[in-house]
């Protein structure tokens, strides 16, 4: 079994993963690490359980899973851990084995993602410390990207920003998509080397990319997250004159803007209600005016995002929705597609609403291009890395 950790700076997700029966024994969450109302709850053999945590920190969340572990019998079952790390920057172009190199390499590129790296970086220092026996592996959500072309990568600043500072467009859901991919090619029967294909993960992040025979060509975003799609509180693709536009008009600190660009702005900012998709979709079929605003937005934006994937990915054996919002809101894919048939793009709006909590399947209209709804799967992902890597079974 392999036990994969996603250890953000309040949160440790975590998932046992049994290789053999292809499925998830059990999953859980520690949440709001730093405050004093920690928690931590498992899902396990169909039942959830949670308990307060009494420390408020990651290595009391790990503590507590360790024991719960142990009292279920897994303890000794688990034979590799597999952690996400979302920066790998250039450094790493697939998952990798953890050592004190890799570490090295994490902690380099902590200036680029300094908000998830650090966090990473505990949970893997906790991981070796509980598991010190255990093949540890990092799964990197940059490193699927690491085949983009250096026309897909590049900003159009000085060169010397990307040689001496690492500047360039790094993209990020990696596992995300390798999972889509992989089951694409299982759907389609064709090997994943020869598909092309465009991949909407759709969640509170959000991004799309553009897949060449099997091989990121580009996507939606860039040095951070920030870039590309409206998301559930980032704002997407913005003027960079802003920053000093509000630096004359508000004040306002580059940090204080970058602040309000990640947090309160894509659906939050737009619907002054909610970043909840399934929140905002109720709120607009009641009438509310914002909610309808921020929904337009995200699915116009998203529309003219898949168009210029499709420039990258040339003609395409489907068009993917993954993510929370990509698998279970039929709004969404209607109302995107709606502004993409000029470009062959149709429903089958009776398979579209099929798709929702966990179903997958076609939901194009016959004789257009593919459209296929896939449900996401990024730890299953990181977990058959994690067996490779670590020659288990
Ligand atoms: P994720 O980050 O992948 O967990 O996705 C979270 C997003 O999926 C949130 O915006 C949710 O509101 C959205 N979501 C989940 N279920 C539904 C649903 N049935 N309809 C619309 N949006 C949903």
């Not at 969340?61 to 952690?83: K, T």
Request: negative net charge; proline residues 4%; contains cysteine.
């Amino acid at each position: 079994m392999v036990l994969v950790i996603n250890c953000g700076s309040s949160s440790l997700k975590f998932a046992v993963m049994d290789m053999a029966a292809q499925r998830p024994v059990l999953s859980g969450l520690a949440d709001r690490l730093g405050l004093d109302e920690a928690v931590i709850s498992f899902t396990h053999n169909g039942e959830r359980v949670s308990h307060a945590l009494p420390h408020p920190d990651h290595r009391a969340a790990m503590q507590a899973l360790i024991d719960y572990l142990q009292a279920q019998g897994l303890m000794a079952r688990i034979a590799a851990v597999g952690h996400r790390v979302v920066h790998g920057g250039e450094a790493f172009k697939a998952s990798s084995l953890i050592d004190a190199n890799v570490m090295a390499e994490i902690e380099t590129c902590v200036r680029l993602a300094p908000l998830h790296n650090p966090a990473h970086l505990i949970g893997i220092r906790h991981a070796l410390e509980f598991f010190p026996d255990l093949p540890q592996v990092a799964a990197f959500d940059t490193a699927f990207h690491q085949t983009m072309p250096e026309h897909a990568y590049l900003y159009a600043v000085p060169m010397e920003l990307y040689r001496e500072h690492g500047v360039r467009r790094y993209g990020f859901h990696g596992s995300s998509y390798r999972f889509a991919l992989r089951e694409a090619a299982r759907i389609l029967a064709k090997p994943a080397a020869e598909l092309n294909l465009v991949c909407a993960h759709l969640g509170n992040g959000a991004s799309v990319a553009a897949i060449r025979a099997g091989q990121s060509v580009d996507t939606s975003m860039g040095l951070t997250p920030l870039e590309g799609l409206v998301m559930g509180t980032r704002s997407g693709d913005i003027d960079p004159g802003l920053f000093s536009h509000l630096a004359d008009d508000m004040d306002m600190s580059v940090q204080q803007t970058t602040a309000m660009l990640n947090q309160q702005s894509g659906l939050l900012g737009l619907s002054e209600l909610s970043s909840d998709c399934r929140e905002l979709e109720q709120a607009q079929a009641e009438g509310h005016a914002g909610a309808r605003r921020a929904l337009e937005k995200f699915c116009y934006q998203l529309a003219k995002h898949i168009a210029g994937q499709l420039v990258a990915a040339g003609k395409i054996d489907a068009l993917i929705f993954t993510g929370g919002i990509g698998e279970n809101s039929a709004w969404v894919r209607q109302r995107s597609i709606e502004w993409l048939a000029p470009l062959g793009f149709a429903l089958d709006l009776a398979a579209n609403q099929l798709c929702t909590r966990g179903q997958g399947g076609f939901i194009h209209a016959e004789g257009r291009v593919p459209v296929l709804v896939i449900h996401a799967n990024e730890e299953w992902m990181i977990a058959l890395d994690t067996a490779q890597l670590a020659h288990i079974s």
